[in-house]
């Protein structure tokens, strides 16, 4: 009966939290991409990155983090797999080691999977020139592609509640 307390105690603190903070945001954590699984803090507006794809199925422009004409790119993978990707100088994401060039989406640039640094969800790619080192190339030659489905807007964030597993039936 106390932890069913103490969780209910710790909502109600954690919804006047969310409440203190929706009426005090600083301009730089208004607009953020979020992991859609977790609610870490992957990317912001001024990560944004313009890497066209001669590959890509479809290319259009939207407003993302009130930023207009971000560019978002319709892929497919040799699975037959469709990713809505937006690609970003660099993100809050765990880039794997292993580097890949088949079936890049970007000629002359490898790739590795990208996961988010909390639930380890995979989020998309980093992509890097092939033969990329840290001797003849600077981490502003990489990029990171993040399929859209996988992010939250945080001003969407509003409208999700998580319960406590106590309170589940």
Not at 139 to 157: A, P, Q, S, Y
Request: glycine residues 2%; hydrophobic residues 40%; contains cysteine.
């Amino acid at each position: 009966m106390f932890f069913k307390a103490a969780s209910f105690i710790l909502v109600l603190n954690l919804i006047r939290l969310s409440f203190i903070n929706c009426t005090n945001h600083d301009d730089d954590t208004i607009d953020s991409f979020l992991c859609r699984k977790c609610g870490e803090t992957i990317a912001n507006p001024k990560q944004f990155a313009h890497h066209q794809s001669p590959l890509a199925l479809k290319c259009w422009n939207e407003t993302l983090l009130n930023i207009p004409k971000v560019k978002i790119q319709l892929f497919q993978n040799p699975q037959k797999m469709q990713f809505n990707v937006v690609t970003f100088s660099t993100a809050n994401v765990y880039a794997h080691e292993q580097a890949f060039s088949e079936a890049s989406w970007f000629p002359g640039y490898v790739w590795r999977i990208t996961t988010c640094p909390r639930c380890h969800s995979h989020l998309g790619w980093k992509f890097q020139p092939v033969n990329f080192n840290h001797v003849t190339h600077t981490e502003h030659e990489t990029f990171v592609g993040i399929i859209l489905d996988r992010l939250l807007e945080n001003k969407h964030t509003d409208s999700v509640l998580l319960v406590p597993d106590s309170y589940k039936s």
